[in-house]
């Protein structure tokens, strides 16, 4: 396998915050620290959000994924729900369909039994609506004052679509970008519910499987459908900029074409955020061969909650390992991954 | 340095310090003692920065400066004779009388606020 | 919407006067106006200070519209950027020594302190916590009656009457266990210094639009009458900053030197008084202060007045002054003062980056060079041609 991404150092002399927010940071950390000593010598790959296995002739793909967030529970969904569907959508994106998940409790030790249950309760409903099984688990319990009230890892396992056949080497310049839906929605939703701050909006987190959305992909154009995503904490900007990267490609984003709420947009003005670098958990972004664009759209809009799909951009030879985004008039500028998490500011 | 968004003020808070305004429907509470002793009313727009209102937004200068841009790339006579405008020197009152006669305005405004 | 392109009124998503400032149409004809106005014979340089302005000037890169021999240069107006090392540390410093929570905006909370920025000190466990309006900070002291919490204050003339009004709230309430540490700064002394700077070879300024709100128009009238530059105060948009540049060029073609209002739909002439009555009641000029980069200043930052030394951190908390020069090789000070680009810098790119900041103006969203390296350094070449229609 081929190394596209050129290895970086790692130097830091301790860990940050900014290591663990998917952004840049994060990538040096897993490619200069993790990786080199973690996985065999000559094992390469691109860094995918899924493993793939070949287990006595099946092919299967495995992934895991902690959640951390505070508060437990905002509009629209609680830590539960997230542990279950960030899993799921880690294995859909990688063309898998999800069969099982176990999943890990850090407890803090003082948590009302109500809440615990609520996210238990949470857990069995997300599974139940994504079509997937929890099969096993483990509950450790940590003193006062870590954790955060809860911690939760999930692990899951799902059988590969043999039609399947995704990867950032696949993709190819004329490719078209797809996207799901409204992007921004859970990241804002969050800010707000942690109450620092006196806004309001009528907003709710967008976390949800969007497994479905993969099948149809694959489903309905096959080997057209070169790479998915589903971007998380970093946002969109992040996902696109490890494709660039992965695929050594230059991707072109329309800027208008992108979908945002008022709300969010509304939030991101008054805070002096992106909403291309804000947390989604319940979108999928897909990269597919321009002959199927116009149906690849068309299959996502026809599902319930695809109503909001769209075709936001491109892939280009250049500019290389770069995303760039295109004004309705015609200026461009570079969107770059984070360093950390964005923080909001007044100048 | 400074990151202004405008608002319009939904909701004038009782005690005269404090007004919700609503910005591409968010709310947001800030303090309005910056603009006291202008009379402020529910449907204003001000501009906003770090939970206080500096200034009050003015429909008519918005729509005069659109109106302005407009015409940079049409009637070059018109903006022969635009070109002696000094923004700011002249009082509110003329550039209203301005707006009221001139031609160009291509919609009929709906209410004196609305850009 | 008026006189505009129907393309504005068919918008779905539209930011009431915000919307109509990023129309595409307007914005094709504002930058076609520039190129005729443009005397190809001339260089022009013409010098933004606002922070926001260059921010802006790369979100919505404005320098694709404008003709290569127009030249925007960066100047000080992130009041970040100019923050020397030292004031971090120094406000930080409270949290240790004296157990104060420490309260202070997104802003800085990535700038990089002798012992890391504030945000990595907060994961580490000190209590800095980021607030959103100084009165913000002050809920924070109510909240927490057996701790002092400290704002840490920055800004121009924008944000110091917010502060003001805190203060001044405070001393009403009778709050005792509050504090400021000012780090406001005021914008026409950092002007002056770079007119009078040697390597200055400015042909205009575009004016602080916020800055404005609060000063009006009046402050600035010595750089139009004393150094003949013209000055045309802008809205952040990309149509006020092309409008502006259209004034520039009109006033550089005529040859007038004056100060202009573009922002008008904001920014009062005579400023906000209200706003001026609070700063002078609560604030004074310190005699000098160190501006990153610009050196010493006179009369260039503000300072608690006496009567509100109960709230002001410098008088309650020993704190010594410390100083912490630059590495000899960052080149803050010439980047700030638009003498160096960016990526002239010997450590652009290299030692400094986003993710290792060296100076602040490589941090802050409004630093022109975390601007040049997100938006413009890894671009390679321009694809500029392809535009969408």
């Known amino acids: ?347 | ?115 | 919407m008026s006189a505009v392109s129907p393309v504005v009124a068919s918008l779905v998503n539209v930011m009431k006067y915000v919307d109509e400032f990023r129309n595409p149409q307007l914005i094709r004809q504002a930058s076609d106006e520039i190129r005729r106005l443009a005397d190809p014979a001339r260089h022009y340089r013409i010098m933004e200070v606002c922070g926001g302005h260059t921010h802006a000037i790369y979100r919505f890169a404005l320098a694709d519209l404008l003709p290569q021999n127009l030249e925007l240069v960066h100047g000080p107006g992130c009041p970040v950027c100019v923050l020397p090392m030292g004031r971090i540390d120094e406000g930080l410093s409270l949290v240790e020594e004296h157990h104060a929570i420490v309260t202070t905006f997104g802003d800085v909370m990535r700038v990089p302190g002798r012992h890391g920025s504030p945000l990595e000190r907060k994961a580490r466990g000190a209590d800095i916590r980021m607030v959103y309006s100084p009165l913000d900070a002050l809920k924070v002291a109510r909240q927490e009656p057996d701790r002092h919490v400290v704002f840490f204050a920055i800004g121009f003339e924008t944000t110091a009457p917010s502060t003001a009004l805190t203060l001044r709230r405070a001393r009403e309430l009778g709050v005792t266990n509050f504090s400021v540490f000012s780090n406001h700064v005021t914008i026409v002394p950092a002007i002056r210094a770079i007119l009078d700077s040697p390597d200055m070879r400015l042909d205009a300024f575009i004016g602080p639009g916020h800055v404005s709100t609060v000063i009006g128009g009046r402050p600035y009238a010595f750089i139009a009458r004393d150094y003949r530059k013209p000055v045309v105060i802008s809205g952040f948009e990309p149509l006020d900053l092309l409008q502006s540049i259209v004034m520039i060029l009109r006033q550089l073609r005529d040859g007038r030197s004056e100060v202009e209002n573009q922002y008008n739909r904001v920014v009062p002439w005579d400023g906000n008084l209200p706003a001026l009555r609070v700063l002078a009641d609560v604030f004074e000029l310190r005699p000098y202060f160190e501006w990153r980069g610009l050196g010493f200043i006179s009369q260039s930052a503000l300072k608690l007045r006496a009567e509100y030394a109960r709230w002001d951190a410098e008088a309650r908390f020993a704190m010594p002054g410390v100083r912490v020069t630059d590495p000899k090789a960052a080149q803050c000070g010439e980047v700030l003062k638009g003498v160096l680009k960016p990526h002239e810098c010997k450590l652009f790119g290299t030692e400094c980056t986003p993710e290792r900041p060296v100076g602040a103006l490589m941090v802050s969203s409004e630093g022109a060079c975390a601007a040049y390296f997100s938006y413009v350094h890894r671009r390679g070449q321009s694809l500029a041609q392809q535009t969408t229609s």
């Not at chain 2, 004038?12 to 591409?24: D, I, K, N, P, Q």
Request: hydrophobic residues 45%; aromatic residues 4%; contains cysteine.
């Open chain 1, 1 to 347: 396998m081929i190394t596209i991404s050129p290895p970086v150092a790692f130097k830091d002399v301790q860990i940050e915050m900014a290591h663990g927010a998917g952004g840049k940071a994060s990538r040096r950390l897993i490619e200069g620290l993790i990786v080199p000593n973690v996985f065999p010598a000559g094992a390469c790959e691109p860094l995918n959000d899924a493993a793939y296995l070949s287990v006595g002739g099946a092919r299967l793909a495995m992934t895991t994924d902690s959640f951390v967030v505070h508060p437990l529970r905002f509009p629209g969904g609680s830590i539960g729900e997230l542990a279950v569907n960030g899993t799921v959508n880690d294995l859909a994106v990688a063309g898998a369909t999800p069969l099982a998940l176990v999943c890990s409790l850090i407890v803090e030790a003082g948590t009302p039994t109500e809440v615990l249950q609520a996210e238990m309760q949470a857990i069995g409903s997300a599974a139940r609506r994504a079509g997937v099984i929890i099969v096993g688990g483990d509950t450790k319990v940590v003193e006062h004052g870590k954790a955060d009230g809860l911690y939760i890892t999930t692990t899951g396992i799902g059988q590969v679509d043999a039609r399947a056949s995704l990867s950032a080497a696949s993709v190819r310049p004329g490719d078209r970008i797809l996207l799901t839906g409204h992007i921004g929605d859970h990241g804002i939703t969050v800010l707000l519910a942690r109450g620092d701050i006196d806004l309001f909006a009528d907003l709710r987190s967008d976390t949800r499987s969007v497994q479905p959305f993969a099948a149809a992909l694959i489903d309905a154009v096959g080997g057209a459908l070169r790479w998915m995503r589903d971007p998380t904490r970093g946002g969109l900007a992040t996902s696109l900029n490890e494709l660039a990267r992965d695929s050594g490609l230059g991707i072109v984003l329309e800027e208008e074409a992108v979908p945002v709420r008022d709300e969010v947009r509304g939030a991101c003005e008054l805070l002096g955020l992106d909403p291309l670098h804000i947390a989604n958990e319940g979108q999928l972004v897909a990269v597919v061969a321009p002959d199927v664009a116009d149906l690849a759209l068309k299959t996502l809009r026809a599902l319930p909650g695809g109503e909001a799909a769209a075709l936001v951009g491109r892939v280009d030879i250049a500019p290389p390992r770069t995303v760039l985004a295109v004004a309705a008039y015609g200026g461009t500028r570079v969107v770059d991954m984070l360093v950390g998490d964005p923080l909001p500011r007044i100048c």
């Open chain 2, 1 to 115: 340095m400074c990151l202004a968004i405008p608002g319009q003020i939904v909701e004038l808070a009782g005690g005269g310090h404090f007004a919700t305004v609503e910005v591409s429907k968010v709310r947001r509470t800030i303090n309005v003692d910056l603009l006291e002793g202008e009379p402020l009313a529910e449907g204003d727009w001000v501009l906003i920065h770090v939970g206080f209102a500096m200034s009050r937004i003015s429909a008519e200068y918005a729509a005069e400066q659109l109106r302005l841009l407009a015409m940079l790339g049409e009637d070059r006579q018109a903006m022969a004779e635009l070109d002696g405008y000094r923004f700011g020197d002249e009082p509110r009152s003329k550039i209203s009388q301005k707006l009221s006669t001139t031609e160009d305005m291509r919609t009929p405004r709906k209410d004196p606020g609305e850009v």
